[in-house]
């Protein structure tokens, strides 16, 4: 997160490094419909007010609670759903496994467990507290375990 | 077998959302009036003045025709049914770092009541705190029993003349401030404490 560019780098080159993490963490939160919209709102929110973005503290914080918005007012759903032509060996339950939990297990597990990010830039872009992403984290991937009866508990 | 499922995760979260372009942001161009800050105009002054003069016309009319209580548009704790509110009045709670000194809370204090459209409605201590944290989990004495006060951090009841984005970024920057709630983060909040979804030996935390 902290490799972000700030000041006067170019949008584009903001754009290249913010995008994934932005549309991976709504995505998580919100489902991959409502929550890659919400990613589209937030870049062009930034686009349109680059002058102000560019120089925030915390860019991405701020355009993540910028998608958080754009959700309120879209209502749309949270859903999982796999996209058709998917692979078949995609464990059919975990679509619902995922929704069932909380928005802060889903943004934990899928960002700390799925994408290797470090509690402290999930914290840095959602704007919770480390120990709280750890906590979600954790309860989190055990949820996802008992929801499909994973009962590995390596890791 | 967690990497196993975690891989399944990115697959379907990665294929279901696919990569946004520079292109595509054209396409939000409804912007302006759904995000927190509009974008600037562009219309001619003649536009402008127009808007303007419609503004003044409907804020008057407003203005005439509701009362007092009707003008206030937004949500206080009360109007938005939240169980154990800080305060019925106020629509957002700003806490304090756990452990903050008797001047750090009075440095709080005189910024929150220094930012424009805020008002201090109450200032809840260690003992408001548990009374909150009580009444949060008051199916559950033995919880409420293992908890003392000074666990708890103290807050600020706060009435805001917004509660948009940039009003709660401008509240966090303040000094000491840890976090703050909306009247819909803090019902959220009580759910999943009551849940068991947050660690109550670290209550109160965004």
């Known amino acids: ?155 | 077998m967690p990497d196993d499922l975690m891989t399944e995760v990115r697959t379907m979260l990665d294929d279901g959302a696919a990569p946004i372009t520079l292109d595509e942001l054209s396409d939000h161009g409804s912007l302006a009036t759904a995000l927190p800050i509009r974008a600037p105009r562009r219309a001619s002054w003649i536009v402008a003045g127009v808007a303007a003069a419609a503004v003044v016309v409907i804020v008057a009319a407003f203005a005439i025709i509701t009362t007092g209580e009707d003008r206030q548009a937004v949500a206080t704790f009360a109007s938005a049914s939240v169980d154990c509110a800080p305060s019925p009045d106020a629509n957002l709670q700003v806490f304090l770092p756990l452990g903050a000194t008797d001047e750090q809370i009075e440095a709080a204090r005189v910024a929150l009541a220094q930012t424009p459209g805020v008002a201090v409605d109450r200032y809840l201590d260690h003992q408001g705190a548990m009374s909150q944290f009580a009444c949060i989990f008051a199916n559950n004495p033995g919880l409420v029993g293992s908890v003392s006060a000074t666990d708890l951090p103290v807050s600020f009841a706060v009435k805001s003349d917004s509660v948009d984005d940039e009003m709660i970024a401008r509240l966090k920057a303040t000094p000491n401030v840890t976090a703050v709630y909306t009247p819909a983060d803090w019902q959220t909040h009580v759910d999943e404490e009551r849940a068991g979804e947050v660690d109550p030996t670290t209550p109160y935390q965004p």
């Open chain 1, 1 to 155: 997160v902290s490799d972000v560019p700030s000041g006067d780098e170019r949008f584009e080159s903001f754009f290249e490094l913010a995008e994934p993490r932005l549309r991976r963490a709504l995505v998580a939160a919100y489902g991959v419909d409502a929550g890659r919209e919400a990613a589209g709102d937030a870049l062009s929110y930034a686009w349109e007010h680059w002058d102000k973005v560019r120089g925030l503290k915390n860019p991405l914080g701020y355009l993540y609670r910028v998608g958080q918005s754009s959700t309120r007012r879209r209502k749309t759903p949270i859903v999982f759903a796999r996209p058709d032509g998917h692979d078949p060996w995609v464990e059919p339950k975990l679509a619902v496994a995922l929704a069932g939990l909380t928005e802060r297990q889903r943004l934990a597990v899928v960002l700390v467990h799925g994408y290797g990010w470090r509690p402290a830039e999930v914290a840095e872009v959602t704007g919770l507290r480390v120990p709280t992403v750890q906590t979600h984290a954790t309860r989190g991937l055990a949820r996802l375990r008992h929801a499909l009866e994973v009962h590995n508990h390596a890791r």
